[in-house]
């Protein structure tokens, strides 16, 4: 579904009113905020944001994951806040994985801002890199390896190349919200193949004739 907020006038704008919008499990949900800007946001994902930006400041509130869409404009950089974390734009494309204790920011198009904890220095993140931060680690992490799943949840698309299978299985797990496993000792099987947007059933039997396993 989608869910746009028109920007209106308001007698008192010193008031500033939320809105508060929580995905379900299973759930997908696409938001228009007050700018123009659009969030895609994935299942378990909360997110806060006032009806109307304050001048010179937009800024939301994320727990969860969700791909953002940002409309720029220089005079008001837009800022998602999570528990661990800051991204800080003025107009780009990117994506906030946030979890209990770490976050993940993968950057399409654009550049941002990453800052988390309170000792590491800000990271300036540009299109087509990634980084991460856990609460163990206390430290910004930039990833050099690509996950192309990374987004499969918005672009309905399951790309894998070479993939050992643990991962194949974690990516699986993590689009279909289930809890596959392996009935077969294949340590070394690896996967190369591209799903779009099939059901669970028509991939698991695919992955099982191509390398002779047997998810469930």
Not at 1 to 6: A, S
Not at 26 to 49: A, C, H, K
Not at 173 to 199: G, M, Q, W
Request: net charge negative; with cysteine; charged share 25%.
């Amino acid at each position: 579904g989608e869910l746009k907020y028109e920007t209106g006038s308001t007698e008192d704008s010193t008031i500033i009113a939320y809105n508060t919008l929580i995905v379900p499990k299973g759930g997908e949900y696409m938001v228009r905020l007050p700018d123009g800007s659009q969030v895609w946001l994935n299942s378990e994902t909360t997110i806060r944001f006032p009806v109307r930006f304050a001048a010179g400041k937009r800024e939301v509130q994320l727990c969860g994951e969700a791909f953002f869409k940002v409309c720029r404009d220089t005079t008001a950089p837009f800022q998602v806040s999570t528990e661990n974390g800051e991204i800080t734009v003025l107009g780009t494309s990117f994506q906030v994985n946030e979890q209990p204790g770490s976050m993940e920011v993968n950057v399409v198009t654009g550049k941002v801002r990453f800052t988390a904890g309170k000792e590491p220095a800000p990271v300036v993140l540009t299109a087509g890199m990634s980084a991460s931060y856990s609460n163990e680690k206390k430290e910004i992490e930039i990833l050099t390896e690509e996950n192309p799943n990374n987004l499969s949840w918005k672009t309905k698309q399951l790309r894998f190349n070479d993939t050992p299978l643990d991962k194949v299985i974690e990516d699986l797990n993590d689009y279909y919200h289930v809890e596959i496993t392996n009935k077969v000792d294949s340590p070394d099987s690896r996967l190369t193949a591209t799903f779009n947007d099939l059901p669970l059933d028509e991939v698991l039997m695919v992955i099982n004739q191509t390398l002779d396993i047997r998810l469930v």
